[in-house]
């Protein structure tokens, strides 16, 4: 009887508890899976439509109407726009679209232009980001819905007056405008003709007077018949059959002099223009002549090296666009035009700007850039037009992200994330945790040649760091086998040998299999003053920053200008660019990058020269990561009084200048100075306080 009971009383304890699971899994899934939040977000995004035209409001602008202020020509970031309106949600900007409406006068006439395919295509994809709110009290930004990309038809002072009339217009505070042409006959001015007031424009054919650098967006003029026809894919590596093309109807009499002279003194320039034709009103655009021979366009520019860009009636030249849409390298014979997405785009690397008067000396200025750079440089260019000229919203979305960054410059995209092809939103080269497992420790990896008692003194002194997991001694003399192992020091730490096959600087760097942490260091044979102290905060450090080079005595570049070149600097200076590679921590992904992926003219001049291979790994990382190296510690210099005597390669007093020699022949090979400056080390927390020793974790680290 007592068990009948229990069991009825467990039995409706598991009924009840049953109902209340079966009751929360309902609940939580009717508020997972129930699409109430998606649906709201997709709601919102639809709240913004192109109506047809015909049914939209009218608004009646009056002749008295006061127009919006002539454009601020003083406004910057800080004094023309309210970034308090900005961020009240998250960490980017949001950005509100007028309703579409249709402008008239007082005499029933059309103010605004007809919505262009183009400006459709701006409100769509903007409408359709992530920077998009229907709500205007959240917006950071304001954009009308006024298409006035070409001036070309535009009534200005009218549509001044439709802007200010706008209900959020403040003057032009916070409002963005897209505009391709700017200005009109007889002065084809630089920037958009419109009153404006504080309003940001986003135009295609600033020059350095009108734009207001850090405010307006400098953006590409977007050709739509030539973003439409589908190119071959081409080879970047191979050869092209004119060394310069310049491809442009209508330049001035004065240039296409020059360039007719310039073509009939060399044969591998070709100079096209408008293929005569019959009827004046009927011209193709996908056809350019060169007397009575024709060529397709765009597609001859595959032909080329170099595509000539000459300024017209206007700055801004559509014939940049496609000339990057070609993989042709951009020549561009502007002067004072301010490039598309000059703020954050690298043109050093896509193109060559030379001055209106140097068009003359095009070819020999052409001929100084290697077949390296080349190929870089038309990989830059595709790069370029498939991320940020390819469409009138890939062109839409860039200007919002560059607003956004000068917004919150701590949440902005890096120098990489904007200019390398092969690492877009990449932080580091490698796939590594952000902080690399300290218990994994470094393999240091000393380069010797026959200095056999300094080189055993290193290892003894090495191998008391804490961290170390290996020490690999590269062994760069082929007339002297390694000494016998039993003459070695003995050390707990593991010690292996290998001995190179040609005496070249470059094995330092080479990708050992012996080589099994993440975490190299570097270093000569003839480092005796680096303690243990001084390698275990190094090696600290570099934990903190694994895609740097992190080293102790600074070098710096700088600009000669009494010789036009680089310089290298080895006194002591308040900069470092360069860390010296005799005793530095980096990432064995270098190795790698070093041996097979770094131009090849570089490491052959190293290993024939016997010099430079410590700044071609700086060029290196720095190029890669687009950040400067890490220095640590006081360190200045490598003092060894006893290697000079044994002839040190630094005691040559040509050392220096070959040095210099190496930054600027480096600088050319890349196309662009990659090093970058900094200001900063990294020193030891407690390192000169004046505190009792034992309260300091690394008490030995020196001061010279």
Same mark, same amino acid.
């Given at each position: 009887?007592?068990?009948?009971?229990?069991?009825?009383?467990?039995?409706?304890?598991?009924?009840?508890?049953?109902?209340?699971?079966?009751? @929360?899994?309902?609940?939580?899934?009717?508020?997972?899976?129930?699409?109430?939040?998606?649906?709201?977000?997709?709601?919102?995004?639809?709240?913004?439509?192109?109506?047809?035209?015909? *049914?939209?409001?009218?608004?009646?602008?009056?002749?008295?109407?006061?127009?919006?202020?002539?454009?601020?020509?003083?406004?910057? %970031?800080?004094?023309?726009?309210?970034?308090?309106?900005?961020?009240?949600?998250?960490?980017?900007?949001?950005?509100?679209?007028?309703?579409?409406?249709?402008?008239?006068?007082? $005499?029933?006439?059309?103010?605004?232009?007809?919505?262009?395919?183009?400006?459709?295509?701006? +409100?769509?994809?903007?409408?359709?980001?992530?920077?998009?709110?229907?709500?205007?009290?959240?917006?950071?930004?304001?954009?009308?819905?006024?298409?006035?990309?070409?001036?070309?038809?535009?009534?200005? %002072?009218?549509?001044?007056?439709?802007?200010?009339?706008?209900?959020?217009?403040?003057?032009?505070?916070? %409002?963005?405008?897209?505009?391709?042409?700017?200005?009109?006959?007889?002065?084809?001015?630089?920037?958009?003709?419109?009153?404006?007031?504080?309003?940001?424009?986003?135009?295609?054919?600033?020059?350095?007077?009108? #734009?207001?650098?850090?405010?307006?967006?400098?953006?590409?003029?977007? =050709?739509?018949?030539?973003?439409?026809?589908?190119?071959?894919?081409?080879?970047?590596?191979?050869?092209?059959?004119?060394?310069?093309?310049?491809?442009?109807?209508?330049?001035?009499?004065?240039?296409?002099?020059?360039?007719?002279?310039?073509?009939?003194?060399?044969?591998?320039?070709?100079?096209?223009?408008?293929?005569?034709?019959? $009827?004046?009103?009927?011209?193709?655009?996908?056809?350019?002549?060169? @007397?009575?021979?024709?060529?397709?366009?765009?597609?001859?520019?595959?032909?080329?090296?170099?595509?000539?860009?000459?300024?017209?009636?206007?700055?801004?030249?559509?014939?940049?666009?496609?000339?990057?849409?070609?993989?042709?390298?951009?020549?561009?014979?502007?002067?004072?035009?301010?490039?598309?997405?000059?703020?954050?785009?690298?043109?050093?690397?896509? *193109?060559?700007?030379?001055?209106?008067?140097?068009?003359?000396?095009?070819?020999?200025?052409?001929?100084?850039?290697?077949?390296?750079?080349?190929?870089?440089?038309?990989?830059?260019?595709?790069?370029?037009?498939? =991320?940020?000229?390819?469409?009138?919203?890939?062109?839409?979305?860039?200007?919002?992200?560059?607003?956004?960054?000068?917004?919150?410059? #701590?949440?902005?995209?890096? #120098?990489?994330?904007?200019?390398?092809?092969?690492?877009?939103?990449?932080?580091?080269?490698?796939?590594?945790?952000?902080?690399?497992?300290?218990?994994?420790?470094?393999?240091?990896?000393?380069?010797?040649?026959?200095?056999?008692?300094?080189?055993?003194?290193?290892?003894?002194?090495?191998?008391?760091?804490?961290?170390?997991?290996?020490? +690999?001694?590269?062994?760069?003399?082929?007339?002297?086998?390694?000494?016998?192992?039993?003459?070695?020091?003995?050390?707990?730490?593991?010690?292996?040998?290998?001995?190179?096959?040609?005496?070249?600087?470059?094995?330092?760097?080479?990708?050992?299999?012996?080589?099994?942490?993440?975490?190299?260091?570097?270093?000569?044979?003839?480092?005796?003053?680096?303690?243990?102290?001084?390698?275990?905060?190094?090696?600290?450090?570099?934990?903190?920053?694994?895609?740097?080079?992190?080293?102790?005595?600074?070098?710096?570049?700088?600009?000669?200008?009494?010789?036009?070149?680089?310089?290298?600097?080895?006194?002591?200076?308040?900069?470092?660019?360069?860390?010296?590679?005799?005793?530095?921590?980096?990432?064995?992904?270098? =190795?790698?990058?070093?041996?097979?992926?770094?131009?090849?003219?570089?490491?052959?001049?190293?290993?024939?020269?016997?010099?430079?291979?410590?700044?071609?790994?700086?060029?290196?990382?720095?190029?890669?990561?687009?950040?400067?190296?890490?220095?640590?510690?006081?360190?200045?210099?490598?003092?060894?009084?006893?290697?000079?005597?044994?002839?040190?390669?630094?005691?040559?007093?040509?050392?220096?200048?070959?040095?210099?020699?190496?930054?600027?022949?480096?600088?050319?090979?890349?196309?662009?100075?990659?090093?970058?400056?900094?200001? #900063?080390?990294?020193?030891?927390?407690?390192?000169?306080? $004046?505190?009792?020793?034992?309260?300091?974790?690394?008490? $030995?680290?020196?001061?010279?």
């Amino acid at each position: 009887m007592i068990t009948m009971r229990l069991r009825s009383k467990y039995q409706n304890f598991y009924i009840v508890l049953f109902t209340v699971i079966l009751f @929360g899994v309902i609940v939580t899934g009717f508020f997972q899976f129930w699409p109430h939040t998606q649906e709201t977000e997709r709601e919102r995004r639809n709240l913004f439509t192109i109506p047809d035209l015909n *049914s939209v409001p009218e608004v009646k602008i009056l002749s008295t109407s006061q127009p919006a202020h002539k454009g601020d020509i003083t406004c910057s %970031h800080y004094e023309c726009l309210d970034v308090y309106r900005c961020g009240k949600d998250a960490n980017m900007i949001s950005v509100y679209i007028y309703p579409v409406k249709k402008y008239i006068d007082e $005499n029933g006439i059309i103010i605004t232009n007809t919505l262009s395919k183009e400006f459709h295509e701006v +409100l769509t994809t903007i409408a359709s980001s992530s920077f998009y709110t229907a709500e205007p009290e959240k917006a950071c930004l304001f954009i009308p819905s006024i298409d006035m990309l070409s001036q070309n038809t535009l009534r200005t %002072h009218e549509n001044g007056q439709v802007l200010a009339q706008l209900p959020r217009w403040n003057h032009g505070l916070n %409002h963005l405008l897209f505009n391709i042409l700017p200005g009109t006959v007889p002065d084809f001015n630089t920037s958009l003709d419109v009153p404006r007031g504080k309003a940001i424009v986003a135009g295609g054919g600033f020059s350095t007077w009108t #734009y207001r650098s850090g405010f307006d967006v400098s953006i590409p003029v977007f =050709n739509p018949e030539v973003s439409l026809i589908l190119l071959p894919e081409v080879d970047i590596k191979a050869d092209r059959k004119y060394l310069a093309i310049s491809a442009q109807i209508g330049i001035h009499p004065d240039f296409r002099d020059e360039l007719d002279d310039l073509a009939n003194s060399h044969s591998d320039i070709l100079i096209l223009d408008r293929c005569e034709s019959g $009827n004046e009103d009927e011209t193709d655009t996908t056809k350019m002549c060169k @007397g009575n021979d024709q060529f397709r366009y765009p597609h001859v520019l595959q032909d080329a090296t170099f595509c000539i860009i000459l300024r017209r009636a206007r700055l801004g030249q559509p014939a940049l666009s496609d000339a990057l849409k070609a993989g042709c390298i951009p020549v561009v014979v502007i002067d004072t035009y301010v490039m598309p997405f000059a703020d954050v785009l690298d043109w050093t690397r896509a *193109s060559i700007s030379i001055r209106e008067e140097e068009l003359e000396r095009l070819p020999d200025i052409l001929s100084l850039t290697s077949l390296t750079q080349i190929q870089l440089m038309r990989k830059q260019a595709l790069f370029y037009w498939e =991320n940020y000229f390819k469409s009138m919203g890939q062109i839409a979305l860039t200007t919002l992200q560059i607003i956004n960054d000068r917004i919150f410059p #701590y949440m902005k995209k890096s #120098y990489a994330s904007w200019n390398e092809p092969s690492k877009e939103n990449t932080i580091s080269p490698f796939f590594l945790p952000k902080m690399p497992p300290k218990a994994e420790g470094f393999t240091a990896v000393v380069l010797t040649y026959n200095r056999v008692e300094s080189l055993f003194k290193i290892i003894r002194e090495i191998a008391k760091t804490p961290s170390l997991s290996k020490i +690999l001694v590269v062994w760069n003399n082929q007339e002297m086998s390694p000494p016998a192992a039993t003459t070695w020091p003995k050390i707990s730490k593991p010690l292996k040998v290998v001995q190179t096959k040609e005496n070249k600087l470059s094995n330092r760097f080479y990708p050992y299999d012996e080589i099994e942490t993440e975490c190299v260091l570097a270093l000569d044979d003839d480092i005796l003053m680096l303690n243990p102290d001084e390698l275990e905060f190094g090696y600290e450090v570099w934990r903190e920053f694994p895609d740097r080079l992190v080293g102790y005595p600074g070098r710096l570049h700088t600009w000669d200008e009494a010789t036009g070149k680089w310089k290298y600097e080895s006194e002591w200076t308040s900069s470092t660019s360069m860390v010296l590679s005799g005793a530095a921590f980096y990432h064995k992904y270098f =190795n790698f990058l070093y041996t097979h992926r770094m131009p090849s003219v570089i490491k052959m001049w190293v290993d024939e020269n016997f010099n430079c291979e410590d700044i071609a790994m700086n060029f290196l990382i720095s190029n890669v990561t687009g950040k400067p190296p890490m220095k640590v510690t006081p360190k200045k210099k490598f003092k060894c009084p006893e290697c000079i005597i044994t002839g040190n390669l630094s005691a040559d007093p040509k050392h220096m200048e070959t040095r210099s020699e190496c930054i600027s022949d480096f600088a050319k090979i890349y196309g662009i100075m990659a090093l970058k400056s900094v200001e #900063y080390r990294a020193d030891p927390v407690l390192h000169i306080d $004046n505190v009792p020793e034992e309260l300091k974790r690394f008490k $030995n680290v020196g001061d010279i």
